[in-house]
């Protein structure tokens, strides 16, 4: 699996990995996603993301369930709700994750959507008390936009800000006009949610000369396309052991300049 910087830490991930949106809702769910979340680290994709609100803490048990025995294995990425993001309340969460989790530490931990409440200042004193503890390596936000970024940064006077987790595909392009442009130049990680639109793939504009001269299948095409630019990684979702296998497979190869731009017109 290819990999790539995060942020300016030195730390390489999988340009692919996993993420955990809705996974450990159902019960009868639970063996088969882990199954799956398993093959992905053995694949390479050993980037798991996940959220204190996903399923209000089940997609980090499950992911807990998932990597023991393996923790070393696996770069774990978390995310705090807003309404958390009080400088108490943040380090209760982060505690309350690594507990859900199992491990003693998080990878990456980040700020799943900007508060119009709680100062910036605050949370990041926080998170900032939370690397100093040891309970997180790095730090990332998610959903901010160019100023949010900014003042995120801004509110970090002894840590990197070292990524941002948008929405982003080919259905979903918005960030390519001032954030990706904006994380691009400031060594700044972003890390693609949704990168296959949730599942509504937009075959028909896929060209089916790229399908064939590629042999891939439209959801390879669209992660070999979202995670062309260099600055960013992607975390399709992972629930499903032959969806798997068909995402590992597909950054080889890789799409020349010209059929990228081709897909990007289309």
Not at 23 to 34: H, L, P, T, W
Not at 252 to 260: E, F, G, H, Q
């Amino acid at each position: 699996m290819e990999r790539r910087e995060l942020g300016k830490t030195g730390e390489k991930v999988p340009v692919l990995g996993m993420g955990t949106w809705q996974v450990g809702d159902s019960q009868d769910e639970r063996s088969s996603e882990i199954q799956a979340l398993r093959k992905g680290i053995g694949l390479g994709m050993n980037m798991i993301d996940t959220a204190e609100m996903y399923g209000y803490g089940k997609a980090e048990s499950l992911v807990g369930q998932t990597i023991k025995g393996i923790r070393d294995d696996v770069f774990v990425a978390t995310k705090a709700s807003p309404e958390n993001f009080g400088y108490d309340r943040l380090l209760a969460s982060c505690e309350a994750s690594i507990k859900r989790l199992g491990v003693k530490h998080i990878d990456l931990y980040q700020l799943h959507w900007p508060s119009n409440s709680i100062p910036i200042q605050e949370t990041m004193k926080a998170m900032e008390e939370l690397v100093s503890r040891g309970k997180v390596r790095y730090i990332g936000v998610s959903n901010f936009s160019v100023s949010q970024t900014t003042q995120a940064r801004e509110a970090l006077p002894r840590s990197e800000l070292t990524s941002n987790q948008v929405r982003y595909s080919l259905a979903h392009r918005e960030i390519e006009g001032q954030l990706l442009p904006f994380c691009r130049k400031e060594k700044i990680t972003v890390i693609a949610y949704s990168p296959l639109n949730v599942g509504r793939l937009t075959t028909s504009k896929i060209p089916s000369g790229l399908l064939e001269k590629y042999g891939m299948t439209p959801a390879q095409i669209m992660l070999n396309w979202v995670t062309y630019d260099e600055d960013v990684v992607a975390i399709p979702k992972a629930t499903n052991l032959q969806h798997i296998e068909e995402d590992a497979a597909a950054l080889n190869p890789r799409l020349s300049a010209d059929d990228y731009r081709t897909l990007s017109k289309a």
